[in-house]
């Protein structure tokens, strides 16, 4: 099946120590976006790739970057993560962003 | 920016009772969408409208986007136990760039 993918599902990292977060997708949609969604609040989007073209919302801290290789995947890079950091982060990408988005299960983030 | 108010908050339903949940909205949205979240899981896209008006069904799920195009509302008929979750609407419009807009969530439990 067509589908977003993300791994790992969960992910302790210690404090300050740099993470990666990927996401991979077979549905060749063009735009993909990484949310971050804590305790049960809606997600908040962090930035989005349309294409190779990378847009990064005003309020998305500097700690967090991301790479688009190819059209398949995406990475999350947290630089220096802060206990204030743990979530759960979604993936998420769209062929239309007016028609829809198709989420990933997410991977949920513990700082210790 | 644009927001979503999305009633109620929470609810508890009992089994084979009909719910409501709606959102409304200070601008007008294109696209009106209704997502479900399983506890550690992204969401799932339940329902997605495209037009003013528009009413549209999934199963026991039945969504209307509203003619002013700033609301919208989704029933639950007969619920079941899995119903349990958290329900979010979301939107896209001009005005916030096509970007997703989620409301708050709806927290369906059900009644002890």
């Known amino acids: 099946d067509a589908m977003v993918i993300q791994n790992p599902r969960y992910q302790v990292t210690q404090f300050g120590k740099p993470v990666t977060l990927s996401c991979s997708q077979t549905l060749n949609h063009n735009v993909m976006y990484w949310y971050q969604q804590k305790s049960s609040q809606a997600p908040k989007l962090l930035f989005h790739?349309?294409?190779?073209?990378?847009?990064n919302e005003a309020d998305t801290p500097d700690n967090f970057q991301s790479r688009r290789p190819n059209t398949s995947f995406c990475f999350l890079d947290i630089r220096s993560p802060g206990l204030g950091d743990a979530a759960m982060y979604l993936c998420?990408?769209?062929?239309?962003?007016?028609?829809?988005?198709?989420f990933g299960s997410g991977t949920r983030l513990t700082v210790v | 920016g644009q927001q979503l108010n999305q009633s109620p908050q929470s609810m508890f339903i009992q089994e084979g009772e009909d719910v409501s949940m709606n959102c409304t909205s200070s601008s007008i949205f294109n696209t009106w969408l209704w997502y479900k979240q399983d506890p550690g899981e992204g969401p799932v896209l339940l329902i997605a409208l495209y037009k003013a008006g528009e009413l549209t069904s999934n199963g026991r799920l039945t969504a209307q986007f509203g003619i002013t195009r700033k609301d919208s509302f989704l029933n639950i008929s007969a619920s079941i136990p899995s119903d349990v979750g958290i329900y979010f609407c979301a939107g896209t419009g001009k005005a916030a760039g096509n970007k997703l807009t989620f409301g708050g969530g709806t927290r369906v439990l059900v009644k002890p």
């Open positions: 790739y349309y294409d190779k073209d990378f847009n």
């Open positions: 998420a990408t769209s062929r239309d962003p007016a028609r829809g988005y198709t």
